[in-house]
């Protein structure tokens, strides 16, 4: 879906003026693209139509950026299609918060059990207990144990021969006993919905009242997921969907159908096996994320986890108005060695994916080293304005440093790509800027 859809973008984006016949041509390859992206029909139908509806009036034609405004448009409707506003997870008036996770075997429900609690203490400081009904399998109950145990947080389970719907009410008046806020209900799953387990749901459902029902849906399943959802939707009046396995080479169909079809929004999404990767599901960035525009938001609130807050805005402000300098560089550097991969920070960047200069290169810790070696041979001038640079400098450069001078080059045309990313981030942000609101 990226691909397609960026490469029709950049063709339209710096036109100062846009036709009837751009709008079209751009209108049919955003439906192509959501198609191959295994986006539901008549979902695409109804949003190819607003679009052009909207792209062809005079909101766009009329704007002194054409080629931006239309982007603009399709942002919006994507963003539109996914859930507009990020909604938040309900707390109940009165404590615990019931929270049932619902879903085929194999979707996630029971690590996705672990990261929403782990979520849910770490982001809102809360005191979550984990519930095992899922009683067909011995090993889902071992599988929550374990998570239970990685968080330090207590599970409750009867072990497998008992009523899950005995086991939830009992974990209920546990977790007020114990003051635990949240209770997450891990319910079993199926291979295919089946009216057995709908009815063992439902069940579940009637006694215990949960004040969240959440269906978590594997991503990579496209098309299926949105009939998933649909069914599940039909049975138990969900009150969220979850969606995981975004990190995997999912072409992102199934978020843009689910909300379309069920009308229920998409609260967080799975991103990879460990605890700690569940985030709250941002339409807008997704969209942005589909639009190659990067996720600039989630980068930046990443950093804050590790950077303190301070910095990260300096940095944030840094980027866009690019007046990056190789000293921003270095101290950047030191701080990005505790956020993670490299790879993964300049994924979120826009058109980082396209930069084969940064693709092929490992970003092991032994060439920061490197890198850091380079830029800490050079002046104080040359850092803040590479432009000076010349063949004498770059040599005294690679000497001062114990590197080569084609390192150093490599590292200044780096810099000078990474700058370009940033500009081009900058005069999207000014595009976004453009009009406010939704015309
Ligand atoms: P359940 O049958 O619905 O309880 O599913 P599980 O929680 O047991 O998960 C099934 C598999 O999916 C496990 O191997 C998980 O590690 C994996 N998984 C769950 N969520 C994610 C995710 O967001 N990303 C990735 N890559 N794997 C996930
Ligand atoms: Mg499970």
């Known amino acids: 879906l990226a691909d397609r859809l960026q490469n029709t973008i950049q063709r339209i984006k710096g036109k100062g003026k846009v036709t009837e016949q751009d709008v079209k041509e751009m209108t049919r390859e955003v439906r192509l693209a959501l198609l191959e992206a295994d986006v539901n029909f008549k979902v695409v139908k109804d949003f190819v139509a607003r679009v052009k509806e909207r792209a062809i009036g005079q909101e766009v034609m009329e704007s002194l950026t054409p080629g931006q405004q239309v982007i603009k448009v399709v942002k919006e409707e994507l963003t539109a299609l996914m859930g507009g506003e990020q909604s938040k997870i309900a707390v109940a008036d009165r404590p615990p918060t019931i929270i049932m996770m619902v879903g085929l075997q194999g979707a996630g429900k029971t690590t996705t059990t672990g990261k929403l609690a782990n979520l849910l203490r770490k982001k809102y400081n809360r005191n ?23 968080l330090s947080m207590p599970v409750f389970s009867l072990g497998t021969d008992r009523d899950p719907v005995d086991i939830a009410n009992q974990a209920i008046e546990k977790a ?18 089946d009216g057995d387990l709908m009815q063992e749901l439902k069940q579940i459902k009637t006694d215990v009242a949960p004040d969240e029902i959440f269906l978590v849906v594997d991503a990579m399943t496209g098309q299926d997921a949105v009939n998933v959802a649909e069914s599940f939707n039909e049975q138990l009046e969900l009150t969220g969907v979850i969606l995981t396995k975004l990190d995997g080479d999912t072409r992102g169909g199934a978020a843009l159908s689910i909300k379309a079809v069920t009308e229920k929004p998409i609260k967080f999404a799975g991103m990879g096996e460990k605890l700690d ?15 190659g525009m990067g996720d600039v938001l989630s980068l930046i609130e990443k950093a804050q986890d590790n950077i303190d807050e301070k910095r990260a805005k300096e940095l944030e402000e840094k980027m866009r108005s690019a007046s990056f300098t190789f000293d921003d560089f270095l101290e950047q550097m030191s701080q990005v060695r505790n956020m993670g991969p490299l790879e993964d920070l300049l994924g979120m960047l826009p058109g980082a994916n396209k930069m084969k200069g940064l693709k092929n290169v490992q970003f092991d810790e032994k060439q920061i080293s490197h890198v850091e070696a380079i830029i800490q041979s050079m002046t104080k001038k040359e850092r803040q304005d590479p432009s000076v640079m010349n063949a004498s400098r770059k040599k005294r450069i690679a000497k001062g440093s114990g590197r080569t001078v ?17 500009k081009q981030m900058t005069n999207m942000q000014k595009g976004k800027k453009g009009k406010k609101g939704k015309g």
């Open 128 to 150: 979550p207990m984990l519930v095992a009904a899922d009683v067909y399998r011995p090993a889902a109950i071992n599988q929550l144990e374990t998570l239970g145990k990685q």
């Open 176 to 193: 007020k006993a114990d003051h635990n806020d949240y209770v997450i209900i891990d319910t079993a799953g199926r291979l295919h919905v």
């Open 277 to 291: 990767e569940l985030e709250v599901f941002h339409p807008e960035r997704m969209a942005s994320r589909i639009l």
């Open 406 to 422: 084609s390192e150093v080059n490599r590292l200044l045309k780096q810099f000078d790509e990474m700058k370009k990313m940033m």
